[in-house]
């Protein structure tokens, strides 16, 4: 019995090998919780497993660096931070039309793409040294600059440089050749964490720094901008009811298996 043409033609399962640039920003406490935050580089490599003509498998490593700084209308916190992200992620991604390589199938295609990462980050802030003069990046996670680490403040919990995230997004595909896909896409990482950033509750009791004034520099940094004392314990430094997020768009071109590893070339399903 005959069978429709678009089913004859399907394609198997295939791989395909890619690597992507572009830009990396952050959405937080320390920009306003703005979409635009500063834009630095990022770049990807991934493997993508087309499991049909609408469904792809992608498994990815990501780096790039998020950074931030107080808005105008904080500009009295004097706050800022920097930070390398590593993220490890598998996705889902959802063609909207039939893109594959035979004759009936589109050549591009718009795309969804949803998954979950392991994201590593490591905030850090620039700090001069008022007795040398020195300039250094210092790591802001150990000096606990809202009372981890500290007896005096034991329901607050150092947070975690690891994270699970969830990455999703929208895209865009072309297929060049039957060895070569190009593709533009834009996504969030939602994180479950306030900490990218190391800012999220109140200003502590300055005592807990006592033996470090690294520390107790970098936890309020107030006075340099506006002088006199610390803020008072309690002051709010951040604002804990929303998490911290990044974003990253990138141009990606992927080959196929066939043409990086000689790997056979998917065959077309047939049908008599």
Request: glycine content about 10%.
């Amino acid at each position: 019995m005959a069978v429709s043409s678009s089913y004859a033609q399907r394609q198997r399962p295939y791989g395909e090998v890619g690597l992507s640039g572009g830009g990396m920003n952050y959405i937080g406490d320390l920009n306003g919780q703005s979409l635009l935050g500063k834009v630095n580089p990022a770049g990807n490599l991934f493997f993508r497993y087309n499991l049909n003509e609408r469904l792809a498998v992608n498994i990815g490593a990501t780096y790039g660096i998020i950074e931030g700084g107080n808005p105008d209308v904080q500009e009295w916190r004097n706050l800022s931070f920097r930070s390398s992200i590593w993220e490890g992620s598998v996705r889902a991604e959802f063609n909207f039309v039939a893109f594959g390589l035979a004759q009936v199938q589109y050549r591009t295609t718009p795309y969804l793409f949803v998954g979950l990462a392991v994201t590593g980050f490591n905030p850090r802030a620039q700090y001069t040294d008022p007795a040398t003069g020195s300039i250094s990046w210092v790591d802001l996670e150990p000096l606990g600059t809202e009372g981890q680490h500290s007896d005096l403040y034991p329901s607050v919990y150092p947070y975690s440089r690891a994270i699970v995230t969830m990455p999703f997004g929208l895209g865009f595909k072309a297929r060049f050749s039957s060895s070569v896909v190009m593709a533009f896409e834009y996504g969030f990482r939602k994180t479950w964490s306030d900490y990218l950033d190391d800012v999220s509750t109140v200003y502590v009791d300055q005592a807990i720094f006592a033996d470090n004034p690294t520390a107790a520099a970098l936890a309020d940094r107030s006075a340099e901008v506006k002088g006199g004392s610390p803020n008072a314990i309690g002051t709010q430094r951040g604002d804990d009811s929303l998490n911290d997020w990044y974003a990253y768009f990138n141009f990606s071109i992927a080959f196929s298996s066939e043409f990086l590893f000689g790997w056979s070339r998917p065959k077309r399903c047939t049908t008599d």
